[in-house]
């Protein structure tokens, strides 16, 4: 019996070259990696790089990323303005999740107030021991 080997080594995933391979899926792929590394810069040439990754995005072909594409140029403000800030509203998304989740298990509160109380309570992460 042969010993185990591993399924390729370095040198053959190196030949591997998936840019020359005309997938819809290895297209998209290099498409999210490149921009995934625009962010990844110094903000100088922050636009040029959105500006050829949005080029190369709409002539995809990729009715996916076309689409987001074009999410990105109504937001480009936005995404620049990322890159002297670095500020995100990821954690305004988290805590609106929280509350929209509050709201969906109680199927409704009778007041605001109590709506309130429990957005807080969630919120504030409290933890509730027993006394032994």
């Known amino acids: 019996m042969p010993p185990f080997r591993a399924a390729l080594t370095l040198n053959q995933l ?13 297209r998209a792929y290099h498409i999210k990696l490149n921009f995934q590394e625009i962010f990844n810069q110094s903000d100088e040439g922050a636009e040029r790089l959105l500006k050829k990754w949005y080029f190369w995005a709409t002539h995809s072909r990729l009715q996916p990323i076309i689409e987001a594409a074009h999410t990105m140029k109504r937001h480009w403000d936005g995404v620049l303005q990322w890159f002297q800030s670095r500020i995100t509203n990821g954690i305004l998304e988290g805590i609106n999740s929280l509350i929209q989740a509050a709201k969906a298990r109680a199927r409704g509160y009778r007041t605001a107030k109590n709506l309130i109380a429990m957005i807080y309570l969630i919120g504030g992460n409290l933890k509730f021991s027993l006394p032994t």
Do not use: A, G
């Not at 591997?16 to 819809?24: A, G, Q």
């Open 14 to 26: 190196d030949s591997l070259i998936l840019k020359k391979i005309n997938l819809k899926t290895s």
